[in-house]
């Protein structure tokens, strides 16, 4: 089975770069087809996809985040990581990992989830 699990700081300081890193068991993050999603969720508000990872190595990212994002992987590791730069407290949010049959949909494992808040 398929396992996901985030890590990183849990405080992040307005105007710096929010890293995480995703490391996956029990599947290769370089297997065909699937996507390695980032999503995030923040308080009252429901998921976001941030972007992804597909298994060639390809990236793809939400629009509104895209000149903030950065998703690169380390297949030696079998791990993907989520960059953010400039963040503010609208970052704030509990973030996810997981893996899609789709680049922004059909998810079929997730991590846990890791909360992040952006305060000075």
């Known amino acids: 089975q398929v396992q996901l699990q985030e890590s990183g700081p849990g405080l992040v300081k307005p105007s710096q770069t929010l890293s995480l890193t995703c490391t996956v068991s029990?599947?290769?993050?370089?297997?065909?087809?699937?996507?390695w999603s980032w999503i995030r969720q923040s308080p009252g508000k429901g998921l976001e996809w941030m972007g992804a990872?597909?298994?060639?190595?390809?990236?793809y990212y939400t629009p509104s985040l895209k000149s903030r994002t950065s998703i690169s992987r380390d297949t030696s590791k079998n791990q993907f990581t989520l960059q953010l730069s400039s963040v503010t407290p609208e970052d704030t949010a509990v973030y996810y990992c997981a893996r899609g049959e789709r680049v922004a949909s059909d998810y079929d494992y997730w991590g846990q989830g890791t909360q992040v808040t952006v305060s000075s």
């Open positions: 029990g599947g290769s993050i370089t297997t065909a087809s699937y996507y």
């Open positions: 990872i597909r298994y060639s190595g390809s990236t």
